[in-house]
């Protein structure tokens, strides 16, 4: 087989991943970046509103308030340690993106543009801030755009369109690079490297209606679980209020941010019922989950009542043409609509996964091991939304997602510098090191009469039905028993296309073996979890319990086991925010 | 609906040939990449990449009825049948719809398409006055997704040599950028018969960028920039 060798190897071609090839790059360290797709058509390059760092260009802010916001938006299951440092981080990263080149819109003095977003305050639960910097409604375009450039200049050697298999692993745990398969050719590579870093991005094509691109389908995390390694938090996700109805696409926040609102069929602003002081910037899961009831409670627009109008035509046609211009063509598109003359149907669409591989705040992987519930495993790396570090807690705050790539990715980098110092040289591969990989692929060569596509349509279909913005016990209960039938099915399955070049049927079938772990990852966590938290609602169990689970849940393979662990409630040098009732 | 699809197997040893489609498909509202996963299902062979289906990351443009456009945002209702779909032109064929974009990455990386600034960096954003960034409008929205620079002739003919609608729209993003200190050297690197001036104003790359923008005029203010350094 193709062996390949490295110092440092990234999974993945997105702002995390790239950010921390970056890291390494310039410190003249051999670095690869395996991604499946050329970097550039990664899903950073949808993230439309911006990213946030209490630059306090527009309005008095201070990066204390923006951890208070974190902690509370995350309805206090995050890391309070991991969110100070990654609020303490955002101005130095986002100049740091800024110097790069990244084509930010600027204010009249000439300073990076910043916008108002959901769950901002000032003054630790204050009035709304001004906190999320922007490049018009392109920031993720902009932004991963300017890292592949700077990657370029800095001589990363990219593996475009090599799918990765799995992790190798020596006998006591090493993490020694991981196995491939070339899309183009169709042969299978094994590339080696001292440290290796997930950063494969989130799984919103678990859910039918989803934000997120058809390339989400959870492939770090499926390597992180046939490894025998725990996913932290997999009943977290976020179900953005305003996707285009029916379609999914995503009309950012910053649609809001910048005066938008939501109506009902009567033309209420109903979110001032749910949140009288915030209203349409309340946090995301208080919007998704209000503009939820206002269409099962029959208040819903259009002719099955199915969703909401997302109001800006009073912005002008001006403001929406320089703040707005991808939200107008989207409109235009997909939803037939010019936002500047009538409003946008909207409905809430799966987006964001906040829990992932359980990581620290340097980005290493860490799993229950012999010495404590903590322990990193050696040369493995996670960061971006493939991670749970955790800073998003239960519920993401817009604007969090981008500066969590650009912190860890840049911090994950910084260590793997002395990882590669500390282990100048590679361990012995194991002789058996692909054989896993070699009989996945072989199963995929056996014929079988079920076919990979109609599966995967049943599992987002189940998904959705059973475990979409309220779950109840036997919801999900029936969501897990559809998913042994779909396993079942997944095992009589085969493909009909048995080349090797440019076989994307076989690539959709290995991606559907990730988004079948991700789902049952996902339902066994949120049948355990018998709370409801940030974006996590259970009708059965309405309130949030703060004695019994004010605590991450940790996923296993092996016996669908969820243990759990405790939620760092102590910052680095701040105050810890105690656990409140979360109002806005 | 009737399709008419490219395809090419090249382990199979036969020739490209053209393969009619039909699909039971309800063309309101939706895009041909719906159509397009519609027919992969029933026909797993068929290949192409997809990935944001937004038109936002460029992965699906593919040469539709004799126009360069992005599967994902081309609606069905707009496409005259039977809706004839080819891998872009210009560019070698690795199967069916998906070509070997290499060449066009390369005059990419040639416009060396990273910000240059040697000055000391600030503790904070260096200043950037909104004028001066809304000389990037239209400029750095690129999504590399090849539907110009393979609806060029000139590329066509010259994919060696010259750069191509997209790179030079790159390269213009950062001479037009006030933070960038290297515009003498990105002209340098373009004064060249081949690599700028292949460019004859034909405008297929304004008529195919899915994203609306304007690679003629890009280069056209790249032309005179260096007729301006002359005098």
Known sequence: MNLRRFDALIVGGGGAGLRAALQLARSGYKVAVVSKVFPTRSHTVSAQGGITAALGNVDDDRWEWHFYDTVKGGDWLGDQDAIEFMCREAASAVYELEHMGLPFSRLAGGKIYQRPFGGQSKNFGGEQATRTCAAADRTGHALLHTLYQQNLAARTQFFD????????????????????????TGEPLLIEARATLLATGGAGRVFWNSSNAMINTGDGLGMVLRAGLPLQDMEFWQFHPTGIAGVGCLITEGVRGEGGYLLN???????????????????????????AIEIAEGRGCGPHGDYVEAKLDHLGAAVIAEKLPGIRDLSIRFAGVDPAKS???????????????????????????????????????????????????????????????VVFGRAAGKHML???????????????????????????????????????????????????????????????AELDRLEARLAQAGLTDSSRVFNTARIEALELENLMAVARATLVSALARTESRGAHTREDHPQRDDARWLKHSLYSRAGDAVDAKPVRLKPLTLESVKPEKRVY | MRFRLYRYAPESGEKPFMQDVELDIEPAGRMLLDALIAIKAKDETLSLRRSCREGVCGSDAMNVNGRNRLACITPLSELKQPIEVRPLPGLPVIRDLVVDMEPFYKQYRSVKPWLVNEAPEPEVERLQSPEERALLDGAYECILCACCTTSCPSFWWHAETFVGPAGLLQAYRFIADSRDEDAAARLDNLEDPYRLYRCRGIMNCVDACPKGLNPTEAIGRIKSLLVKRRV
């Not at chain 1, 369109?161 to 183009?184: M, P």
């Open chain 1, 418 to 480: 002395e990882t590669l110092r500390e282990n100048p040289y590679p361990r012995p591969m194991p002789a058996d090191a692909a054989a896993a990989s070699l009989a996945r692929l072989a199963r995929w060569a056996q014929p079988g009469s079920e076919r990979v596509a109609a599966i995967t349509d049943a599992l987002r279909r189940t998904m959705q039905t059973h475990c979409g913005v309220f779950r109840t016990e036997a919801t999900l209960r029936a969501g897990l």
């Open chain 1, 343 to 405: 409003p946008i149907p909207v409905a809430p669409t799966a987006h964001y996964m906040m829990g992932g591989i359980p990581t620290n705040l340097h980005g290493q992987v860490v799993a229950p091991a012999r010495f404590g519930p903590e322990e990193p495993v050696p040369g493995l790396y996670a960061v971006g939304e493939c991670a749970c570090v955790s800073v998003h807690g239960a519920n993401r705050l817009g604007g969090n997602s981008l500066l969590d790539l």
């Open chain 1, 265 to 291: 069929r009567h033309g209420e602003r109903f979110m001032e019922r749910y949140a009288p002081h915030a209203r349409d910037l309340a946090g995301r899961d208080v919007v998704a989950r209000a503009i």
């Open chain 1, 161 to 184: 369109e090599v799918f990765a298999l799995d992790l190798v692993r020596d006998a006591e745990g090493y993490c020694l690079g991981v196995t491939a398969l070339d899309i183009e």
